[in-house]
Structures are given as C-alpha cells and as structure tokens.
C-alpha cells in the first residue's frame, strides 16, 4: 500500500503515520525526519537545509526528490509505505509519480487531514511544551512565529495538492480535529475500501 498524508502543519500527520505503520507495517517516510536527521549529521544535504527549516520555509525540490527516490528503494519500501509532508509542491507531485511509474507502481490513496488553521498554533505550542517536559529536545520551528511562516508555505505550495489529487480520484478527507483514535478510525475505514 503507497499512501500519501496531506495537510498543514500540526495536523497530526506524524501520529497517524505511526500509527499506520503499526497497523500496516510499512514504514513511513517522513521528509521532515530525514531532513532532520541530516541537519544533526552534518551533511551537505543537511547543511544547505538548515537556514531554510529554521525559518519556516520549504527545502528545494531537487533536495527532497532526491531524499525520497534514494529511499523508497530500500528493502523495507518494498511491500509499500506512507509518505509523510512529502510531497508539498506540484513539482514534488510530479517527480513521485514519475518515481512510482518507473518503478511499476502507483499510488493507492492520498489522505487529506481536514483542520481548522486556528487549532493549528494551539497544537504546536502544546507539541513544544510536551516535548520539553519530556526532557526532549523541541523542534526550532515549533514556535508561533515560526509556524505562521511554516502555514503561509503550506497554503502557497502544497494546498494546490488538494485539487491535483482530487482530480486523480485519489483523494480522501478525514476530519482531523476528530479525536486521534477517531481519526485513526476514518483513515482506517477508508483503506478498507481501497
Ligand atoms: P515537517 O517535519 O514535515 O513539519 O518538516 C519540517 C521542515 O522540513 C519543513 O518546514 C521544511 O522546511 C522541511 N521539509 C520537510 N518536508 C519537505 C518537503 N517535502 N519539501 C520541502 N521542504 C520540506
């Protein structure tokens, strides 16, 4: 099962992908971990992305395509996997289908977390302020000035994938400020139909 979570920041993409991955045991694939994990590594990749992240902004396509087509032909993609904050531009949309149709394979659904962007602040500020009395380290980005910046990229760059996908009949909505279990719930009904 190839599956896409669509939605803006804070809208709880991260937890329902892992909760699919337990449920489905395919692994997601989260362009903002990998980008993360290269920012803490040290890496070229990570060293140009840094400023970018820690301003709210998205990193070039050719970076993240790049990250995404090295990955999904890891063993573990094999069986499938849930694409989690990629793609988020119509240029990112157009490079996973042409990975996927090289590779003999397409998409099964595109799962759109439905949200009211008012929540979204508050679930951010309460994400950083869990993290911290965790003992973890908070993400740079989730502060409120930040995210204002990480909503304006969302609604400039990857809304537009709403209408893209609909129009591929690929795409389904949940109510995402359904609780997580009810969320999980939907997106669950909706795979058993596909
Ligand atoms: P996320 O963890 O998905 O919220 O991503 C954190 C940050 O990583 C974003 O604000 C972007 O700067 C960058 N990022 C993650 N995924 C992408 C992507 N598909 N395209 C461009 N930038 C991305």
Known sequence: MRLILLGPPGAGKGTQAQRLVDRHGIPQLSTGDMLRAAVKAGTDVGKRAKAVMDAGELVSDEIVNAIVAERIDQ????RG????????????ADSVEKMLADRGVGLDAVIELVVDDKALVGRIVKRAEETAAAGLPVRKDDNPEVFEERLREYYKKTAPLIGYYYAKGLLKGVDGMASIDEVTGQIEALLSEI
């Open 75 to 78: 063993a573990d993609c094999a």
């Open 81 to 92: 996997f849930i694409l989690d904050g990629y793609p988020r531009t119509l240029v990112q």
